[in-house]
């Protein structure tokens, strides 16, 4: 189905915004689910690498020199779309790493068990917050780490608070 | 329900005070609006309408239906929705039309007397622009700086238009504001206007505009004649109706006024919404609604495939909301409120698919399907109309300096066409130059030349993509009909 | 869709009256408002003029494009005769 019958991204659309495997493994990089024509480029002038390239027209989608990320995740709270994603994929514990845009209150703490939700708000697994940024930069879209089983980095794009409403 | 915490705002609530609602002592804030004091009470039946006495509530908080109409300390008619909140207020549910008051200075053959009459103020002024939107304001922006005297007219006591409830960021590249958030986009356009000969005049409705460039203003319970040379009509639009079984049934809301509610007030509408309409008012205030910790039970359209932008539908599709395309909405139900509604599939002509009904227990459903330009200004002075589909129904025709057929009279943002807030603010820009030009006997000519010109590209590339091409076709049947 | 669902919410004009009146032969906006008062509450028809006209292409054929609207006339709000005159509330 395509993502523009129901809001989700799948199939060839997702696998061609995937960094490559070996990027993947090689430490955090950056996951820019952007896919459609739209008149926007904040995420190329955030980032310090100059890692992401709109050709020509803004209206042309993003592209990621991934040689060059390095995963820093200051495109994140840039991108008006909240569509932009860190994952870090390479420890060798099994344990991947997704740093997410979460305009939501109150902020889960430090610590915290969350459940993490895929593109269709499933339940994928529980995940533990390891960071949560909020300073004023990033201008109220705060930034939160999880931690996933490393097979769950692609596909965990959000998370819900224990207690919150599903 | 109030918020007492959200992610983007805090809410500046003035002094907590006692109001009375058919006798009873209820606790809002100064300054709100007595709908959303109301609301905040959990009362959601304002009236009963004039002939079949059928509940009805807060619908569009812009003052522009009769919904929420109530007897105010005696007065009838009184729109709730747009009247500030005052301490010890009467508040009482209007049923019917509405008695005439016959008070000792306005009886049955008693005339004003001469003290009391022809105190009409008459103003002069070389422009005025109606509306302090993003068009309006950006706009009075580009004329000021060209140095023409202007006034910006609006209803409302807060300057910004829409742009005071939209919590997310723009899209576009740094000179569309983009990544900034809507309600500091208004801020902003309001700081550009120090040291220019532009004045505010907040609070005020214009009641006629005609073919002479006069306009009829209400202000303070004034009325005031204020004479332009130019006109600049920077109006917005307004939203649609959808007509369904007991679509007027409180806990109908349009969109614009769930965000009033919502990020104005920060009262929530409901517990649980269904939202109809996936285009981009729709997905974001969806996201809005759960970002106040409403719960959406899901968004439909009848549309085979989502209107907005796939980025704002995926931010509410991974926190767990359904999208469903193909489907409408059939009826709500409920004694006096919403309390339940049927939703069903439609087939490819738009006709429910039998056997596709299901309920959804739902509180509130918001309605997002679309907007029409507000044209009655102009039309009002007899600027030629054109219906334009793509650009939303009927709108005054214009040219590409968003001039329409009466010279010196402009158009310009939502209300020349449905676009982005992003398009309106260079649409106002550009309706701001020309303008000047004309008023300007020693304008910059150079000056002028460049900024057109640098409007007009920024103008091209934001309606490039294939979310710009609606629009595109739209200008493009407008300028070949002319204005 | 229903009769009794309501089409012109300030006047409490219900889709069957608006499908009969359309079917005596009133068909155009300015005609049904004058009958039926559709247009001339509050709101002056912003509520219900667009659904009004989808009515009665549906009935009768033709394009929304193509309906007359209705006419635009000040004041835009209601507003009390007294304010117009001139009278103020501090004298």
């Known amino acids: 189905m395509n993502h523009r019958r129901d809001g989700i991204l799948r199939g060839e659309g997702l696998r061609r915004l995937s960094p490559p495997p070996a990027r993947l493994k090689a430490g955090p990089v950056v996951v820019i689910e952007c896919v459609e024509s739209i008149p926007c480029n904040p995420c190329v002038q955030a980032c310090p690498k100059g890692a992401i390239i709109i050709e020509g027209d803004i209206n042309n989608t993003p592209t990621v020199d991934y040689d060059k990320c390095n995963g820093c ?18 420890r060798s514990d099994g344990v991947g790493v997704v740093v997410l845009p979460y305009e939501y209150a109150p902020l889960p703490e430090k610590g915290e068990i969350v459940s993490a939700l895929n593109r269709e708000g499933e339940a ?19 930034l939160v780490s999880i931690e996933v089983p490393v097979e769950h980095v692609m596909a965990v794009r959000h998370f819900r608070r224990r207690g919150d409403r599903s | 329900m109030r918020l007492t915490q959200h992610p983007i705002l805090e809410f500046d609530r003035g002094r907590e005070i006692e109001f009375e609602f058919d ?9 709100e609006s007595i709908a959303a004091a109301l609301h905040a009470n959990g009362i959601r039946v304002f009236r009963e309408s004039i002939k079949r006495k059928r509940p009805r509530g807060f619908f569009c908080a812009i003052g522009r239906c009769s919904s929420c109409l109530m007897t105010v300390d005696g007065i009838p008619n009184i729109m709730t929705c747009v009247t500030p909140l005052k301490e010890d207020m009467k508040v009482e549910t209007q049923r019917g039309k509405g008695a005439i008051l016959l008070t000792e200075s306005f009886s049955p053959g008693s005339r004003p007397t001469e003290a009391r009459r022809g105190a009409k103020d008459v103003a002069t002024v070389s422009l005025a622009i109606v509306g302090a939107g993003p068009a309006g304001l950006s706009a009075a922006a580009y004329a000021g700086r060209m140095g023409v005297e202007t006034i910006v007219i609006d209803e409302n006591d807060v300057p910004g238009g829409q742009l005071i409830k939209q919590t997310h960021m723009f899209f576009g590249s740094r000179e569309h504001y983009a990544q900034i958030r809507g309600i500091d986009i208004g801020d902003e356009l309001i700081a550009n206007l120090s040291g220019l000969p532009v004045k505010l005049m907040l609070g005020t409705t214009v009641l006629g505009l005609y073919p002479d460039r006069t306009l009829s203003l209400l202000a303070n319970r004034r009325h005031i004649e204020l004479r332009a040379d130019a006109v600049i009509l920077a109006t917005g639009a307004s939203e649609n ?27 929530v509408p409901g517990k649980r919404v269904l939202m109809v309409g996936a285009g981009n008012i729709g997905l974001i205030v969806a996201y809005q609604l759960l970002q106040a910790g409403v719960d959406v039970a899901a968004v439909i359209d009848a549309a085979p495939e989502v209107g907005g932008y796939h980025v704002h539908a995926a931010k509410i599709r991974r926190a767990g909301v359904p999208i469903l395309t193909s489907h409408t909405v059939q009826r709500v139900t409920g004694p006096d409120r919403v309390e339940s509604a049927e939703i069903c599939r439609v087939d490819d002509h738009w006709q429910p698919v039998p056997g596709s009904e299901r309920t959804l227990s739902v509180d509130t459903v918001c309605l997002a399907v679309g907007l029409t330009p507000n044209c009655e200004l102009a039309f009002q002075m007899g600027c030629r109309e054109t219906y334009v589909a793509e650009l939303g129904g009927p709108v005054a025709a214009h040219d590409p300096d968003l001039e329409t057929s009466i010279s010196g009279v402009f158009i310009a943002g ?9 398009t309106a603010m260079i649409e106002g820009r550009l309706a701001g130059l020309a303008a000047a030009e004309l008023l300007c006997r020693e304008v910059d ?16 590339t934001l309606r490039a993509g294939p979310f710009g091409a609606t629009a595109r076709e739209g200008k493009r049947k407008m300028f070949k009909v002319g204005s | 869709m229903k009769d009794d669902v309501i089409i012109c919410r300030c006047e409490d004009v219900s889709y069957g009256e608006i499908v009969e009146a359309i079917d005596s032969g009133l068909t155009t906006l300015e005609e049904l408002k004058r009958v039926l008062r559709t247009g001339m509450g509050p709101c002056q028809g912003r509520t219900c003029s667009r659904l009004i006209a989808r009515i009665i292409t549906e009935r009768i054929g033709g394009e929304v494009a193509d309906m007359k609207p209705l006419l635009d006339r000040p004041p835009t709000m209601p507003v009390e005769i007294g304010i117009l005159a001139g009278a103020s509330d501090e004298d």
């Open chain 2, 445 to 460: 000519r150079e000056e002028l030349k460049r900024l057109r010109s640098e409007a007009t590209s920024s103008l091209k």
């Open chain 1, 73 to 90: 995740g200051l495109c994140i709270s840039a991108c008006p779309g909240l569509a932009i994603f860190v994952v870090d994929a390479s």
């Open chain 1, 124 to 142: 994928v697994c529980d995940a533990l917050v390891v960071r949560v940024i909020n300073t004023k930069a990033l201008d109220r879209t705060p």
């Open chain 2, 241 to 267: 109706m959808l007509a369904f079984e007991n679509c007027d049934l409180p806990g109908v809301y349009g969109a614009g006024a769930v965000q009033t509610l919502m990020n104005v007030h920060g009262v």
């Open chain 2, 23 to 31: 006798g009873r002592k209820l606790l809002g804030f100064e300054g």
């Open chain 2, 414 to 422: 939502d209300a020349s066409g449905i676009e982005e807030a992003s």
